[in-house]
């Protein structure tokens, strides 16, 4: 499965974009899929991921209320709709795939996206 992240760019604090991970490959629709991001001098972090079906959906608290995550399975995109964005949510966000299950465990992900940049302004 290859992976490839857009839709990242400059937004003012309290803005939104939308991400999207378009994926090649047969068997995204098994994939649980996840978002996870990286500040400078930061580590890796998880965001949100979603299982095959989108009947599992998890988040990180503090974009809980904030970011949405979906899929769609026959367009082989994830998407991450960010709305309220803050200045901490400036960083690399990746997309990545599960074929397991899904995930909050960085670790648990076995393909992984090259990035997308994000820059929320004060």
């Known amino acids: 499965v290859q992976l490839q992240a857009f839709g990242g760019g400059l937004v003012q604090a309290g803005g939104s974009l939308r991400l999207s991970c378009a994926a090649s490959?047969?068997?995204?629709?098994?994939?649980?899929m996840g978002w996870f991001r990286q500040a400078p001098g930061k580590e890796r972090e998880f965001v949100a991921a979603?299982?095959?079906?989108?009947?599992?959906?998890y988040y990180a608290d503090s974009v809980k209320g904030r970011f949405t995550i979906s899929r769609d399975n026959a367009k082989n995109t994830v998407y991450l709709q960010m709305n309220s964005l803050k200045p901490g949510d400036t960083a690399v966000y990746y997309c990545?795939?599960?074929?397991?299950?899904?995930?909050?465990?960085?670790?648990?992900?076995?393909?992984w996206g090259q990035g997308t940049k994000v820059t929320v302004s004060s």
């Open positions: 990545a795939a599960d074929r397991d299950y899904v995930s909050k465990n960085i670790h648990e992900y076995d393909y």
């Open positions: 490959g047969r068997t995204f629709s098994r994939y649980g």
């Open positions: 979603i299982n095959w079906s989108s009947g599992i959906i």
